[in-house]
């Protein structure tokens, strides 16, 4: 019961909007993380907020990098190469690494 109630707390009927209340209905889904829109009583689309799609599309991109490591790892064993590998084909030593300047991506 409780979920229901938590539901139907986040509903927007659709005339909301058609009474100029669309400041007040983002104002609410900035507070609350999201709000349904209903037409009908049916919900026609989910407002939510720029926070919650930042931390979606997060845990999209976490969850595709995962799953492209995990298959990375069962199918291109022949292909890895260790640090320690690496770092003598190039000749880079410890010390290197440890003196190398920090890279910032934008």
Not at 13 to 42: C, H, L, M, W
Request: hydrophobic letters at 40%; charged letters at 35%; a negative charge.
């Amino acid at each position: 019961m409780i979920a229901m109630q938590h539901i139907n707390d986040h509903i927007v009927p659709i005339t909301r909007f058609n009474k100029g209340e669309a400041n007040k209905i983002f104002d609410e889904v900035s507070r609350d993380g999201f709000r349904y829109v209903v037409k009908n009583n049916q919900v026609k689309c989910i407002l939510i907020s720029p926070e919650a799609y930042d931390m979606l599309i997060d845990e999209i991109e976490d969850h595709y990098d995962s799953r492209l490591i995990q298959d990375r790892l069962l199918h291109d064993e022949d292909r890895l190469v260790s640090m320690k590998d690496m770092a003598d084909k190039y000749k880079i030593s410890k010390k290197d690494i440890e003196d190398a300047p920090d890279v910032v991506f934008e």
